[in-house]
């Protein structure tokens, strides 16, 4: 695979949507093996987001480089239809479903106030009694994070994560469940969306396609189904070809069972 196949190996950006933006607007996040810019595998910061991407699965390069990345016996999350090569474990695996813009009614929200770093306390509080999926310390770095409060206090979020060329996901939906029913959910998307689309991205997010309450909401608001991917866990080798101890294994072992949802 050549060098500018590690920024296009993907028929769409899409199909690969965490190494897209490892590899472009996310770039200042990621980490890789050796700090190699020409790596095949690539990271989130372990306080960022526990996501890992390759260039190209099918590249032994990359299952190489990811080996070195996370240490000898450590696991990461991937998403995509995966088969890792031999002598990696496939820890855990969910069916996922991705959504695109197709007809959303994007507009402001008023009463949405911008989420930062202050508000993180707040936010992981919400994240746990929701869980819409992984949620860090940092994660709201990542983008534009709206949330909706109720006498001082946060009852709804909803913000950007992935940002591959051209496409912005929308992330961390959720609703404290004593405020369900008001359409907070939907105000926020649109309200985030607006902002995606006024910089001239368009809206894409992930959920489990268990959570089918989810899809059906997103499909009523305008989202079409794109692809099903598949949000895999898979354990290095007890030795990598780098080395046992090769990356920051502790890390890479706290967040990288958790799932994009």
Known sequence: MSQDARTTVSAHVLDNPAWAS?????????????????????????????????????????????????GAGNVASLAGVLTPP????????????????????????????RL??????????????????????????????????????LIAMAGERLRPPGWTEISAVCTHPGHRGAGLATRLVRAVAAG??????????????????????????GFTLRRRPSFTAVRAPARTDAGAGAGTGAAAGNNSAKFSS
């Open 22 to 70: 490892l590899s472009g607007a996310h770039a200042a996040f990621a980490e890789r093996p050796g700090r190699r810019e020409d790596a095949y595998a690539a990271r989130y910061a372990p306080d960022v987001a526990p996501f890992t991407a390759l260039a190209d699965p099918d590249d032994p390069r990359a299952w190489s480089d990811l080996g070195a990345l996370i």
């Open 86 to 113: 031999e002598g990696w474990e496939t820890v855990a695996s969910i069916e996922g479903v991705q959504l695109v813009d197709t007809a959303l009614r994007a507009e402001p929200a008023p009463e949405a106030v």
């Open 116 to 153: 930062g770093p202050a508000d993180v306390p707040e936010i992981l509080a919400l994240i746990e009694l929701t869980k819409p999926g992984p949620f860090l310390p940092r994660t709201v770095e990542l983008g534009t994070y709206l949330g909706i409060r109720h006498e001082g206090r």
């Open 196 to 221: 995606i689309r006024e910089r001239g991205d368009v809206p894409f997010l992930h959920t489990a396609a268990s959570n089918t309450g989810a899809i059906r909401l997103y499909e009523s608001i």
